[in-house]
């Protein structure tokens, strides 16, 4: 198993900043990508940015140029540094990493975080 913790949520007035950490932790064997959701009431979740093991990273339209996702191979880590936060930024941001681990089946299975809120005030 593969548990994924997020943390560094919070309030942040409009036009500010804030960075999202994700840390894996478990038997891993490999991981790859990992990347960060969002999802705000009443809509779908949707894919803020993911990253390759390579650095390869996407990027969803609405957080394009003011969003910028990393990871730190060694640490199993992934972070998210939001700039220019607006309102329509408010959601619930969730973890995600495509991992194997050294235990049986030793296969590629999604995990998830429990996520953490990001609240941007008018």
């Known amino acids: 198993q593969v548990q994924l913790v997020e943390s560094g949520g919070g309030l942040v007035q409009s036009g500010g900043s804030l960075r999202l950490s994700c840390a894996a932790s478990?038997?891993?064997?490999?991981?790859?990508?990992m990347a960060w959701y969002r999802q705000a009431p009443e809509k779908q979740r949707e894919l803020v940015a993911s990253?390759?093991?390579?650095?390869?990273?996407v990027y969803g339209s609405s957080v394009k140029g003011r969003f910028t996702i990393s990871r730190d191979n060694a640490k199993n880590t992934v972070y998210l540094q939001m700039d220019s936060l607006k309102p329509e930024d408010t959601a619930v941001y969730l973890c995600?990493?495509?991992?194997?681990?050294?235990?049986?089946?030793?296969?590629?299975?999604?995990?998830w975080g429990q996520g953490t809120q990001v609240t941007v005030s008018s």
């Open positions: 995600n990493a495509d991992a194997a681990t050294f235990e049986y089946p030793y296969i590629y299975d999604s995990y």
């Open positions: 990253i390759t093991s390579g650095r390869t990273t």
């Open positions: 478990g038997s891993i064997y490999s991981i790859d990508p």
